[in-house]
């Protein structure tokens, strides 16, 4: 096992269970005590989970995997989700990304489209994530539109007041969320506040707004909400999706799309 693959097992290990000791973890990965205590070490050293004597705890009480540790979580899901919600843009629309994994894909299948391989431009991106925008951007017939704000390391994603400037613009054709949460009754949500306000305006400036979110994140709660569920026209999930869910979402005027 590689150290990026270990590393991110140990973490979704912590963020499921809240606490580690050393030998629990060794046993888990099958490797040596020494390894893991190294590995505690490095994690700690970035602030992503707090040393304790003999183990390890989560840091803070939001917990959130950065980005490049959670590429690997339900990668088979994301990638039809992600293929599905590209089958549902045209070309020339104007289409708002923000950040997050599954979005990340969306681009990706976005990029391999033939019927998008020209045009002026073929789409238009607009979008707060370093990561998309800097794939996209070698795609000469993608016009790319970067909001400002500061960089948040976690998630690549560009917050603060400064994007308020570009978003309040422009307009879009549609927004593609990535979400940490979505309840019929509670809306979308993410766990940071600053990332909600970016990714809300983002909605605002849309005239449709695609949610791409595995099943796991259904039904579930996260602390600032990005908007509510009746702004929501389409959301992109995966056939392991309860039908009481999907039904629940389809009541509220939601069109639920199963990849």
């Given at each position: 096992m590689?150290?990026d ?42 602030q992503m ?15 959130e ?14 990638q ?6 590209a ?6 629309e104007?289409?708002?990304f ?12 976005l990029a391999?489209r ?21 794939e996209l ?7 790319i539109?970067?909001t ?19 978003l ?7 927004a593609v969320?990535?979400?940490n949460a979505?309840?019929?009754?509670h ?35 996260a ?14 999930t ?20 199963r990849?």
């Amino acid at each position: 096992m590689s150290r990026d693959a270990r590393w991110t097992a140990l973490l979704e290990l912590l963020v499921e269970r809240g606490r580690l000791d050393v030998e629990e973890a060794a046993g888990a990965l099958d490797v040596s005590a020494a390894t893991i205590r190294r590995d505690f070490d490095r994690l700690a050293e970035q602030q992503m989970l707090v040393r304790t004597r003999g183990g390890a705890v989560v840091h803070g009480v939001s917990y959130e995997l950065p980005l490049r540790y959670k590429a690997s979580r339900h990668a088979a899901e994301k990638q039809r989700i992600s293929a599905a919600v590209a089958e549902l843009i045209a070309p020339g629309e104007a289409v708002g990304f923000t950040g997050g994994t599954t979005t990340t894909e969306v681009a990706r299948a976005l990029a391999a489209r033939p019927d998008l391989a020209s045009g002026t431009p073929a789409l238009t991106i607009v979008t707060n994530a370093l990561n998309i925008a800097n794939e996209l951007a070698i795609r000469p017939q993608f016009k790319i539109v970067v909001t400002g704000g500061v960089a948040r390391p976690q998630s690549f994603e560009l917050i603060g007041p400064l994007a308020d400037g570009v978003l309040g613009q422009i307009t879009l054709d549609v927004a593609v969320l990535g979400v940490n949460a979505f309840d019929v009754v509670h809306g979308a949500a993410a766990h940071d506040e600053d990332e909600a306000a970016i990714n809300r305006l983002l909605c605002e400036r849309a005239r449709r707004v695609i949610v791409a979110a595995d099943s796991t994140k259904l039904g579930t709660r996260a602390f600032a909400r990005i908007c509510a569920t009746e702004q929501v026209n389409t959301l992109v999930t995966d056939s392991a999706v309860p039908e009481g869910t999907a039904d629940g979402f389809a009541e509220a005027g939601v069109t639920v799309v199963r990849a």
